[in-house]
């Protein structure tokens, strides 16, 4: 099953600005986008839900260091972006 990415205007604006730090990433995470939207289960995205504080989000890597965090909405094919950024970064 294919996916629907959203992409909101927080989310432009932190991936942006992530981007410009990181544009060495940038065929990294244009592959993980591609991923998402053919197979969120991938097993190179490394998918697993959060719990406390995020409880309710998902995330997966773009590599080892990076992850975006993004909320699921299987039931409409959706999936919505919610930040981007180091391990720390995200979870915090």
Known sequence: MSYRILFT???NKKASKWLKKQAVLR???LKTLQ????????PSLRLHK?????S??????????????LELMIQD???VLINIGSHDEVYK
Do not use: A
Request: charged letters at 20%.
């Open 27 to 29: 065929d990294q995470y």
């Open 77 to 79: 094919g959706d999936i």
């Open 9 to 11: 205007e927080s989310y």
């Open 35 to 42: 991923l998402i939207e053919l197979d969120v289960n991938h």
């Open 50 to 54: 959060l719990s406390g504080r995020l």
């Open 56 to 69: 309710g989000l998902s995330s997966v890597s773009v590599n080892m260091s990076y992850r975006i965090t």
